[in-house]
C-alpha cells in the first residue's frame, strides 16, 4: 500500500498506525525518522524545528496515542475523522489493555464530536475494568442524553463495588442527561453530594444548573 497523499481513510489510518507503532517502541530515534529531515512541529506552545528537535523532545515525552490523534484529525475530513474515532473504539471496547491510555486518548476525543454514533459506541465502555475508562465513559456520555445509557448509568452509580470518584462522574453524568431515577431513588439519595439531588418528578438535578437540553 502506498501511504501518501492524497489520504483516503485506509491509507490515513495505516499512516497513524505505522507512525504509532513507531511511538510505542519509545525510542526517539526511530520515532524522528517519521518526520522529514527539516520538518517543523508543534507540541502545545512548544516548537520544535528540524529532526534533531524533533528527537531530543521525543527522548522526554510519551504522548503516542494523542499525537496519533492530533495528526489522523489533521489529515481527514471531518466525517472520515469521525468514523475512524468510532471504528477505534469499537475496536478498544472488545479488547483488554492493560494500558488504558488509547483508551482514554478516544474518549476524550469522543467528547467533543457530535454523531449519533457516539454514544452507543461508548456504552460499553462503563463495563471497562478500568476506572479511568469509566469515567472517560461517562463525561462522553452525559451530555448526550442517550436513553439506552440510562440503566448503565444508575447500575454502575448504585454498584457496591463502585469507586467514589466513579460515582461521582455518575452523579454528575445522569445529572446533565436529566434522566430520572425510578427504581433507584432510595440508593441514589443516599449517595447524593451537594448540590445534587431529586426533584418531585424523580429527576437527577444540580442546584442552580439550567435544565438540559434533550436530544431532538
Do not use: C
Not at 12 to 17: K, S
Not at 168 to 175: C, G, P, R, W, Y
Amino acid at each position: 500500500m502506498s501511504i501518501k497523499p492524497p489520504f483516503t481513510l485506509e491509507t490515513a489510518q495505516a499512516m497513524v498506525q505505522a507512525a504509532e507503532d513507531a511511538w510505542n517502541t519509545r525510542d526517539a530515534d526511530q520515532v524522528s525518522l517519521k518526520y522529514a529531515e527539516h520538518a517543523q512541529w508543534r507540541n502545545r506552545t512548544e516548537f520544535l524545528d528540524g529532526r534533531e528537535a524533533i528527537r531530543a523532545f521525543l527522548r522526554r515525552s510519551d504522548h503516542a496515542s494523542s499525537w496519533a490523534m492530533r495528526l489522523l484529525r489533521d489529515i481527514l475530513p471531518a466525517d472520515q475523522y469521525v468514523t475512524a474515532v468510532v471504528e477505534h473504539l469499537r475496536q478498544l471496547s472488545e479488547a483488554y489493555t492493560r494500558d488504558p491510555e488509547k483508551k482514554l486518548v478516544l474518549l476524550h476525543e469522543a467528547e467533543s464530536l457530535d454523531d449519533s454514533r457516539i454514544a452507543p459506541t461508548v456504552l460499553p465502555f462503563l463495563d471497562d475494568m478500568a476506572d479511568d475508562v469509566k469515567i472517560g465513559g461517562l463525561r462522553a456520555l452525559g451530555p448526550r442524553a442517550y436513553p439506552e445509557a440510562r440503566e448503565p448509568m444508575l447500575k454502575l452509580l448504585t454498584a457496591p463495588e463502585t469507586a467514589r470518584r466513579v460515582q461521582t462522574a455518575a452523579i454528575e453524568a445522569i445529572a446533565l442527561s436529566g434522566f430520572g431515577v425510578q427504581g433507584y431513588r432510595e440508593k441514589v439519595e443516599s449517595l447524593l453530594p451537594e448540590p445534587f439531588f431529586v426533584d418531585k418528578a424523580g429527576i437527577l438535578k444540580r442546584r442552580g444548573a439550567p435544565a438540559p437540553s434533550q436530544p431532538e
